[in-house]
Nanobody, 124 residues
Framework: QGQLVESGGGLVQAGESLSLSCTAS??????????MAWYRQAPGKEREEVAC????????SYPNSVRGRFTISRVDSKKSVYLQMKNLKPEDTAMYYC???????????????WGQGTQVTVSS
């Protein structure tokens, strides 16, 4: 069973920035064989993808709700993926999860490894 460990969550005010990190330990395949994504889930809402980066790091995707504010990056030598979030809004409040899949865009059901989540709370 693979393991992804997130860190960096916390409480910030609207307009501030926050960075999340996710480091992989044992995975089924090498870290560079996974597309890596960040999902979030707010209370009473479905889990949604907020960023994905391809295996090579060349392609990145974001939903309109976070495009221009969130940036995903990866450092394969550290088996890590990062999410930089700026100009945070109260509606960004959620539990944020790191996820590993074969490809970006496959959706929740194709995620092979999940992290335990880190809470991000944005106050108005």
């Amino acid at each position: 069973q693979g393991q992804l460990v997130e860190s960096g969550g916390g409480l910030v005010q609207a307009g501030e920035s926050l960075s999340l990190s996710c480091t992989a330990s044992v995975l089924t395949y090498n870290f560079n064989q996974y597309a890596m994504a960040w999902y979030r889930q707010a209370p009473g809402k479905e889990r949604e993808e907020v960023a994905c980066i391809s295996r090579t790091g060349v392609n990145r995707s974001y939903p309109n709700s976070v495009r221009g504010r969130f940036t995903i990056s990866r450092v394969d030598s550290k088996k890590s993926v990062y999410l930089q979030m700026k100009n945070l809004k109260p509606e960004d409040t959620a539990m944020y999860y790191c996820a590993a899949s074969a490809f970006c865009g496959e959706g929740l059901t194709k995620v092979q490894h999940w992290g335990q989540g880190t809470q991000v709370t944005v106050s108005s």
